[in-house]
């Protein structure tokens, strides 16, 4: 029964990294659909995000199974309970780089104003927090899963500089309102992302050393 309760735990890891690259590869190709202004390419996204949403709930029902079947306890109890979490955040991830590519569908007719120069480092900030969050699991490495708690921050500046663009923006070309709000909307969502890496590294934490890591209460490594 052990053995056949680490072959199932195998196949839903491979599973869960799976749906991982699916949703990395998503927020690439959304970004990618917002700087070239690429309509076509935002609209694969928004059509992808389907799959997305059907392998979450595969992966839902396999954590389910696995719990009701073999009632796992200690390490694999808490494998099991964080890639139900790790699920749900990745899904939320995916939805986000749709409703990001939304916004691309929008900007692709139109020109990028001069605010959205800041836009490019705060999806490679928000892009290496997801990859690493992701490694982190992948490696079973909490101290990588740390150093994207510690990113975080960084990214909720980011956005915070950028409202503050747009809201001057606004102000100083009232013309320009209904592309600055949907630049604002994409620094929003790219912030959220951010939040779900966030999510994910600190049930990685979880999963390694049994410590809850949410609001703070992880301490960091020396």
Do not use: W
């Amino acid at each position: 029964m052990s053995r056949h309760l680490q072959n199932e735990i195998e196949k839903l890891k491979k599973r869960i990294l799976h749906l991982g690259a699916m949703v990395e590869r998503a927020l690439d190709r959304a970004a990618e659909a917002v700087m070239t202004r690429d309509a076509d390419v935002a609209r694969s996204v928004i059509e992808a995000d389907s799959e997305v949403d059907r392998i979450e709930v595969d992966v839902e029902e396999e954590c389910l199974k696995i719990l009701a079947l073999h009632q796992p306890v200690a390490a694999d109890l808490r494998y099991v309970v964080a890639v139900l979490k790790i699920n749900n955040d990745l899904e939320r991830v995916g939805d986000l780089a749709a409703n990001i590519a939304e916004r691309a569908e929008f900007l692709a007719s139109r020109s990028l104003p001069p605010e959205a120069r800041g836009l490019p480092a705060m999806v490679e900030a928000v892009r290496d927090m997801l990859r690493r969050s992701l490694d982190s699991l992948v490696k079973m490495d909490s101290r990588l899963a740390r150093e994207v708690l510690d990113s975080d921050s960084s990214v909720d500046d980011m956005n915070r500089k950028m409202f503050e663009l747009v809201q001057e923006a606004i102000r100083a070309r009232p013309s320009d309102i209904g592309t600055l709000i949907l630049l604002q909307s994409v620094s929003r969502y790219l912030e959220r992302i951010a939040d779900h890496a966030t999510n994910v590294a600190e049930d990685v934490i979880y999963m390694l050393e049994g410590e809850i890591a949410r609001h703070g209460s992880a301490k960091k490594t020396e």
